[in-house]
């Protein structure tokens, strides 16, 4: 019974965590270039009272043993990279990739992000940055006065200027990839930057031969997160949680009977 007690208090704790990431999950429905968490579970170690294939007799072993369990932990919180959809914005500087890849930033501390959320405007010296204020890497600088920009699906920067008829190159948006995306740790804001797990980025352009998605102008990517999903994990958590509050009830009933013994 003293198993069962802290069994169900694993089991509990687990659906405490499993919560706490649907509840993330849902206030980040609506957020340009979230991806969802699958929250994970592992099995404890187990007490061996009698392991499986030990002796039974001369020429025989047993079949399957006895193994107690004692509960589980969180393992785990993936990202899950799916596309999410696209909404219209009518900006020149939204962009979506269409596929694999990361727009690169950089932060205050001269240190290379990674982000899906493809919200870019102008700061006041004309350089494309997010929405953070964070530089769009490789930076591109768009002149006050430009007219018509432009992203190509392959990330060429184009604008015309009121005097000029001929189109203005100001660069090429360059997009990384990694081996292993889920891997990356969150920085917030829709910014990542790559562990150890993630691998290095591999940079190449958009539509390209290393395997980058393509670039749509004037789109955000939505969250990835399924609300109707999420509501359903939320039910199976809240029964989980209830199924093994039950279980400490019934343990502590047995104990109550057990002290009650001697009387």
Do not use: C, H, W
């Amino acid at each position: 019974m003293i198993r069962a007690l802290y069994s169900a208090a694993s089991g509990m704790k687990a659906q405490e965590l499993n919560v706490d990431n649907i509840a993330n999950n849902l206030a980040n429905a609506n957020t340009v270039g979230y991806k969802a968490r699958r929250a994970q579970f592992q099995d404890l170690m187990y007490q061996n009272v009698l392991a499986p294939g030990t002796a039974a007799g001369q020429q025989t072993v047993v079949p399957t043993g006895l193994q107690l369990g004692l509960g589980t932990r969180a393992a785990s919180n993936e990202m899950v990279f799916t596309e999410g959809a696209f909404s219209q914005t009518n900006n020149p500087l939204d962009m979506v990739i269409q596929g694999n890849g990361f727009f690169q930033v950089s932060l205050p501390s001269g240190e290379l992000a990674y982000t899906r959320a493809g919200q870019f405007s102008v700061d006041k010296n004309g350089i494309v940055v997010n929405s953070a204020g964070n530089p769009l890497q490789p930076q591109i600088t768009i002149p006050a006065d430009a007219q018509a920009i432009t992203v190509a699906p392959d990330g060429t920067v184009t604008y015309t200027l009121p005097s000029q008829s001929a189109a203005q190159q100001a660069g090429q948006i360059q997009l990384a990839n990694f081996q292993n995306p889920a891997g990356l740790n969150s920085l917030g804001g829709g910014l990542y930057t790559p562990t150890d797990a993630s691998g290095d980025a591999t940079v190449g352009a958009p539509g390209g031969a290393e395997g980058m998605g393509a670039l749509l102008q004037g789109y955000t990517e939505n969250s990835n997160v399924s609300i109707v999903d999420e509501f359903i994990n939320m039910i199976q958590a809240q029964r989980g949680y209830e199924a093994n509050s039950k279980v400490v009830t019934a343990a502590d009933n047995m104990y109550q009977e057990v002290n009650n013994l001697q009387r």
